[in-house]
């Protein structure tokens, strides 16, 4: 069935560090990849995407990574910073229709 | 701050109670989506229209009641809810490109819902 998950509802990383954070997809099909940023109080924000023609790609202090192989998608943050604590959703977009994974919580720590 | 607004941001109802969520974008698009973000759960899709057309209706009960006047505005009403039903009701909007659905969706700061 349809699902996009995450391998960890939490993840602690203390400030200065870099953070990954997991997810993994279950659908072939899907050919574009989103990560979004939700901060107490707000609704989801973009942060990067990429296309399934690609298995890198690079923002500002922020990475994503594709694995078509493995349905693996993950995002790295450079140099995490407390306005980076925040729940990270990714999401799939199979053909028709975008679907979203359920979150990590990240925490910084000082 | 990203373009869509929704009002109010909190909203505690009776279950006999009637009330609307309303959600504005400014942004030009032609697709608009209703969310609902409970606890521990993935982003629910509720509805979707595009060009004013309702295009997808994934099995929510019948309380729920939709209306988009036109592109910019979308509504949500709601009657007769369920303690089950208090969640964070999010709206978002994007401009969708023929039949591939969705890209990039931008999301007002929701409705945080209460049902008592």
């Known amino acids: 069935g349809e699902s996009v998950g995450l391998h960890l509802p939490t993840l602690s990383v203390q400030e200065g560090d870099n953070s990954i954070i997991n997810c993994a997809y279950s659908n072939s099909a899907s050919d574009y990849f989103i990560w979004y940023k939700q901060e107490s109080g707000k609704g989801p924000q973009f942060i990067i995407d990429i296309r399934s023609n690609m298995d890198k790609r690079q923002g500002q202090r922020v990475t994503v990574l594709l694995n078509k192989t493995v349905k693996h998608l993950s995002l790295q943050i450079a140099a995490t910073q407390p306005g980076d604590s925040a729940v990270y959703f990714c999401?799939?977009?199979?053909?028709?229709?975008?679907?979203f994974g359920k979150g990590t919580r990240l925490h910084i720590l000082p | 701050e990203t373009g869509v607004t929704q009002t109010p941001r909190h909203l505690v109802m009776g279950m006999t109670n009637k009330k609307s969520l309303k959600c504005e974008q400014h942004l030009g698009h032609n697709a608009m989506y209703w969310y609902k973000q409970s606890a521990k759960k993935p982003l629910e899709l509720m509805f979707v229209?595009?060009?004013?057309?309702?295009?997808e209706n994934n099995s929510v009960p019948s309380r729920f009641s939709p209306e988009c006047p036109n592109s910019s505005h979308l509504f949500l009403h709601l009657h007769t809810l369920q303690p089950e039903d208090s969640a964070l009701y999010l709206c978002a909007s994007s401009q969708d490109i023929g039949d591939r659905g969705a890209y990039e969706q931008y999301f007002g700061p929701g409705t945080r819902l209460t049902v008592t």
């Open positions: 999401a799939e977009n199979p053909g028709d229709k975008i679907i």
């Open positions: 229209y595009n060009f004013k057309e309702q295009t």
